[in-house]
């Protein structure tokens, strides 16, 4: 009898969860930023811990370029929406999250569809947003609110 075998298995598969974030597939996240800045920030920062919880690496420029751009400023938005596309093109895939699609959001999964990036609709993801770490068992119940569509698109 192995006593203790699935607490072992467990941490086996966190360690290796871990090991492997570094060279994890690039996770665009796509939600949305302005209007309610601080609430959208915070639900931004909560589908990257979900990624990360799926072993993935999140990419979420609305995190990012606003800490030096003005995003009322519409220069400087139009820069960010640049350096946010070309991250974009790295990415294997782009998680659009929430609810609302915003024009910033719908022409991310635009790009995405032109270059052949698959467009994965996560939902609003309500159960973790009083979760600081996710759970396994949450991410299966949010199985029937994930749709993956890939681009139809050849080029």
């Known amino acids: 009898m192995h006593h203790g075998s699935n607490e072992n298995n467990s941490q086996h598969e966190e360690i290796h969860r871990r090991d492997c974030i570094s060279s994890s597939q690039l996770v665009y996240i796509a939600s949305p930023y302005a209007g309610d800045i601080q ?7 909560q589908c990257c811990r979900y990624a990360i ?14 800490q ?11 820069i960010g929406l640049k350096l ?12 659009v999250c929430g609810g609302r699609i915003s024009s910033g959001m719908a022409g991310e999964i635009a ?12 939902g609003a993801l309500a159960e ?13 119940e949010n199985v029937d609110d994930e749709r993956v569509y890939g681009s139809q698109h050849t080029g």
């Open 84 to 95: 946010g596309h070309r991250l974009l093109s790295v990415c294997q895939e782009v998680w």
């Open 128 to 140: 973790y947003q009083s979760s600081p770490t996710l759970e396994d068992n949450h991410a299966e």
């Open 53 to 66: 919880q799926q072993g993935c690496t999140p990419i979420a420029p609305h995190l990012l370029y606003p």
């Open 39 to 45: 609430s959208n920030t915070q639900f931004a920062i």
């Open 68 to 78: 030096m751009l003005d995003d009322s400023d519409p220069e400087q938005r139009a």
């Open 111 to 122: 790009l995405a569809e032109n270059l052949g990036i698959p467009v994965r609709y996560v």
